[in-house]
């Protein structure tokens, strides 16, 4: 060995480095073993030694004592006792394989002048103490902190806004890059190979109790900082395609259950485990990922350079899939990196400078909240630690000895030859084991990545999945059904979106009653979208179900032309079909013929507003949520909720046809049941025709009716735990052919004598038409609501378990305009017939017995009056005989295919359209189809299919869509002129005109022949904006000595369920910033959770059992009051009620501002019962 006087200056940096004092490589940069071994304590009390030791160069100090005791031991050993030269000769010592020469002693051993003195340091502990205790601890406060964010990760989910509500944020990321549904699987894949990687590695470590010291320390803190980020800020979801799990609401036991499954998954959505939402602005994935690639390069030989790169890569590719999959917003893995790595290496610098861990004034790093831990932890270790590795196994296959220095002292584990030297090309032990490792989960991966693409593409492996857990975030559930030999999956979205607008002082669309005005809310209403596409995404189409009277022209064309604008030419007139449920409880004004414009008091814009964008944010959400699905069909009659209204119409058919039917109502439902491909529930569209009449024309709070209602019900059970309008399971209701179909079971009855006026002109002896009307089965017209509303829930609940015939095959569209006042329609080859110009008779202003008209008009006239055609003659202008011709025997009240002005009363120009799903075509029908006009539609495009090849088509009459053109009764009926008959605008052969086009479409598809049929003449669009009777609002006034919210009449203290909470609050004029309250509320009921010291709101404007009711004062005063029907659900408790509204200030020569407030009751308790 070289004596210590002769090294070099990097030999001494060499020493230096190997006894782990890296910090004195500077300082003593140009220092030979001379100067190293003349050192003194006096050289550490000036600079520059004494800016770099704590301990004023002690330790230090006594390790150059022992290199000159060890190189005095040395000298020994190569000299001879005898005190003789030896002959110069190389000898390879056995323990450090250096080559040295024996050199003359001049004396002999043992002789007193070379005896020297050194100064023997005391035993000194390991400089790398295990500390197995420590250890432990920081085990368990990694744990802790998993433990705490896991708990958080569950509070901060009760709080994640819905993202129907809050939709998620911008991100620029998310702006170029479309989502990758597998891309999270991905990275969770990385980040688990990267753990295991690291796992094996800390396994071979020898001061592994150190190492993982610090892993545990980091890794909690870490995740500590990641509990603080959750729950001060919640953000929205990233993207709409998370299904959040439901809210528990302090049900701590659940609460429990959904932590431990957490835990039990370790935090990963492959696992099927995390399916909460809220964990953003501080990605967990981004810390492992991260965190495991710093910990596997720091602690593992520089040399193995590939290794280092194929774990970095891992690393970035793995954050990467993070916002590929849109899992995590951009600023999630950015502030999650910069805080890993920034405390990774802070932490480490800490570590490796014996000067960093004594707190002093210079030491600013002292500061950090964790440095006494750190402290703790770090204190007994003597500088860098090693990189050193040993065999942790009982049998000895592996050597460990010395390799080249590095830039810190190196131990590794090496294959050691039997005989001879160590070839300098084979591998080390260490490296062979990494290198096995990497092959063997490369090919994991590389295998579930394929069986990932293979399951998504094949289609046999789609159809035998039966069941799975929820995905993450979802309120979704599983159910099972056989598989399809050769079934096709499609791509399904579905989405919801509240479209409620205005609710006072605005007209209801439905009775055309100038009485009936908006005067608060029963429940809001929604539009439901449903997208289905073929997997290649070739063809796709759209149906969309909103709870409003019905579709008009001027809202369809606004609608497309935002879509068109969003989404360029992927949703046309020819794949989108618009339908309404045709509540008569919803906001009025969205139409721009004057007909409507005179019933609605003109274009309302908030109105149309509303509802054109709750459509298309429907379809926005349905069209960022499409998965690959499957659908399944199911069929069933619905009892005890329907009547035919005109049964006398209805026997005007040939009997033959009626005897063929058991009914005068079509009773069935049908179901198309959404699900993805693992079973997860999106949904459902029904049809079933009743017309949502429960609430009569005496009503004047904004709802959805019976299908509403049944809607209510069903999302509610299956999206549990949220409040109306949340959750992603969406369950619409609609409308079908309905026109002479009533939900008023109790039939028609004299309202001041209580006998039947079921006769042809519903008549009544004493009041005449006007007294007679049908009512419900319940107790008002609430209560009836309920009823039928929960009638059609129940069977569509019963549809929707039993469903499992599977839809298969393509999709379709087809879809023209048409001049439907002046179609020919060819019975045979030598007669012929033509539609009319529109035009209404005298019994369309009798009404019907859900809703009578007004004077002396009954049902069933077939001959005008001389005063009320002289009045027409007078006001509106004479029809000419060529209309009134073509119209007979309808005597004509309203020639509105005549009138032109402002605009044009009645359309001309109208959709007709057809989209298939597989074995299911539905028919977009423009209107009220009856019970028998609806059966032959349908049977004659069915016939037309079958005709032309194609076999075995469900056929589905869908109402009220794309355009209103009243009724379409059947020829035989319009001979009776009943209300339906004289609302047959185009004539009495609407109908067969209707047939005749939808056979062309239904041929043209399955012909394959879409692309040559005609668009037909466009229609017209009107600039009718400003053309409205709706009075302006008035700056709203507050009584003296009250100011806005305040309570007018306060709740009782107690209540049980059954009875009804009510408060009165100044109010303003609910239609101040309309717009606002889109996706709000007027008015919350809240229960007060003594565990987490909050109000928790348990209904909103939406539930069906609240009730707002707005009334209006003089000169800008007005009171709101709300009432809560308790239900037998309600939870005994302490609860209160807000109220949420705009006041109006109308500044001198300023605009108009609104100011937000509210109100809040007294609390008040549920009893037990």
Known sequence: MKEVIFWSPKEVTDWLMENAMPEYCEPLGSFTGQDLINLTKEDFKKPPLSRVSSDN???????????????????????????HLSVSMDVVTSENGFSSKIKLNRMPNGYRKEMIKIPMPEPERSQYPMEWGKTFLAFLYALCCFIFTTVTISVVHERVPPKEVQPPLPDAFFDHFNRVQWAFSICEINGMILVGLWLIQWLLLKYKSIISRRFFCIVGTLYLYRCITMYVTTLPVPGMHFNCSPKLFGDWESHMRRIMKLLAGGGLSITGSHNMCGDYLYSGHTVILTLTYLFIKEYSPRRLWWYHWICWTLSIVGMFCILLAHDHYTVDVVVAYYITTRLFWWYHTMANQHVLKEASQTNLLARVWWYKPFQYFEKNVQGIVPRSYHWPF?????????????????????????????????????????????VLMTAVTVTLLVLHFVSDKSTSEINNVSTSTSSPGYNFTSTQHPSTVGSKN???????????????????????????????????????AFIVAEPDNSKRVVFVSADIGMVSQRLRLEVLSQLKSKYGDLYRQDNVVLSGTHTHSGPAGYFQFTLFLITSKGLIEPSLKAIVNGIVKSIDIAHQNMRKGRIFINKGLVENSQINRSPYSYLQNPPLEIRRYSSNTDKEMVMLKMVDVSGQELGFISWFAVHPVSMNNTNHLVNSDNMGYASYLFEQEKNKGLLPGEGSFVAAFASSNLGDVSPNTKGPHCINTGESCDNPQSYCPVGGAKMCMAVGPGTDMFDSTKIIGQNIYLKAKELYATASQEITGNLSSAHQWVNMSDVTVQFNATHTAKTCKPALGYSFAAGTIDGVGAFNFTQGAVEGDPFWDAVRDQLLGVPSNETKDCHKPKPILFNTGEMLLPYPWHP???????????????????????????????????????????????????????????????????QVQRYEAASTIYGPHTLSAYIQLFRRLARAIAKHEVQDLPKGPEPPFFNVTNLTLLPTVLPDVAPLNKTFGDVLQEVKQHYRVGEVVEVTFVSANPRNWADDMTDHTFLTVEKYENVSRSWRVVHNDASWETRFYWSKGLRGHSNATIEWHIPNTTEPGVYQIQYFGYRKVKPPLKPSVFYPFKGTSSAFEILKL
């Open 394 to 438: 009982p049998w000895p296959v592996l050597h460990l000895s010395r390799q080249a220095k590095y830039s810190r002292l190196n131990l590794e584990l090496e294959v050691v030859p039997i005989m001879g030297k160590r070839d300098k090309t084979t591998f080390s032990c260490l490296e062979v084991i990494l290198i096995v490792l990497l």
């Open 57 to 83: 160069g002690q330790r230090l100090l006594d390790m150059i004592e022992t290199l000159k005791m060890e190189h005095h031991i040395e000298a020994h050993k190569n000299g001879h006792a005898n005190g």
């Open 908 to 974: 001309e120009i109208v959709d007709v359209q057809i989209i298939t799903i597989g074995s299911v075509a539905i028919l977009a029908v423009p209107g009220e189809f009856t019970t028998m006009s609806g059966r032959r539609l349908r049977e004659a495009v069915k016939s037309e299919f079958e005709s032309q090849g194609t076999h075995g088509m469900n056929v589905v009459i869908a109402g009220l869509c794309n355009i209103y053109t009243h009724y379409i009764a059947t020829y035989e009926e319009y």
């Open 490 to 528: 499609y791509l399904i979205g579905v989405g919801r979106a509240d479209c409620t607008g205005p609710i006072a002082e605005i007209p209801l669309m439905g009775y055309a009653s100038p009485d009936q005005l908006a005067g608060g809310i029963l429940s809001r209403l929604y539009s439901r």
